[in-house]
């Protein structure tokens, strides 16, 4: 196949277009499905070959993700309505995730949680650069009421108020509560004051007759997660 030449004068069953058309969007690569998107290319290269060195450059859909606005017009054939464009499609595709995530009706167990906070939170929270602190709240058959962030802080520490969760529980009748923040280092082992944190809600909640469920701490890749309720400390 030859890329060097413009999409449009390629064979039909070569386009990328024409192949999702034909064969289903299941059928295309990552890269001609990116193509798709760009429509056109630079002077010098194909749509395809625009796609192949951004996927290539920041390594694949979740470092476009990443990438900055700036960066992605970096590129040759990139300009800033192509890069915004970009953008939004990663961003429809992380929102995508999180309604089929909706979807679950009742959260029964330990591995339901980490699976709940994995698919709904993972695709935000990973890569995020500063500790951002949320919060699920349950009805009393365990069924998700609602996803509320309580505060965002520096790369190293985010403060929380625990009369906060305690208030949002009363406010929305709920009866238990996930606890949910990220570390930016990618590591999640919980430090101290994330354990001595997690006791202060638990008593408050205590205190209301509320339950949390879990905290679950949110590290940098699709496995790194720390349960407090699967490691017992709850």
């Not at 030449?5 to 990116?34: F, M, N, Q």
């Not at 694949?60 to 990443?66: D, F, I, M, Q, S």
Request: charged residues 30%.
């Amino acid at each position: 196949m030859m890329v060097r030449k413009p999409i449009k004068t390629w064979r039909e069953e070569d386009r990328p277009r024409e192949r999702l058309v034909g064969l289903g969007s299941h059928a295309l690569s990552t890269t001609e499905l990116l193509a798709i998107v760009l429509r056109t290319g630079s002077r010098e290269k194909s749509a395809l070959e625009v796609a192949m060195e951004l996927l290539e450059r920041f390594g694949g859909l979740r470092g476009l993700e990443k990438t900055t606005l700036g960066e992605l017009c970096q590129v040759p054939g990139i300009g800033k309505t192509k890069a915004i464009e970009i953008k939004a499609l990663c961003e429809l595709a992380k929102r995508f995730v999180r309604e089929e995530v909706q979807k679950q009706e009742k959260i029964t167990c330990v591995e339901d949680a980490l699976n709940y906070v994995r698919r709904y939170y993972g695709p935000f929270l990973r890569d995020e650069s500063r500790e951002i602190f949320s919060i699920i709240l349950l009805d009393i058959r365990n069924h998700p009421l609602c996803h509320l962030e309580i505060s965002r802080g520096s790369a190293y520490a985010t403060v929380v108020d625990p009369k906060e969760i305690v208030r949002q529980m009363c406010l929305h009748q709920a009866s238990s509560v996930i606890l949910i923040h990220n570390h930016p280092s990618g590591d999640s082992t919980p430090s101290q004051d994330d354990e001595n944190l997690t006791k202060k809600i638990v008593s408050a909640c205590e205190m209301v007759g509320g339950r949390v469920l879990d905290h679950i701490i949110v590290g940098k890749n699709e496995k790194d997660y720390y349960s407090f309720a699967m490691e017992r400390k709850l």
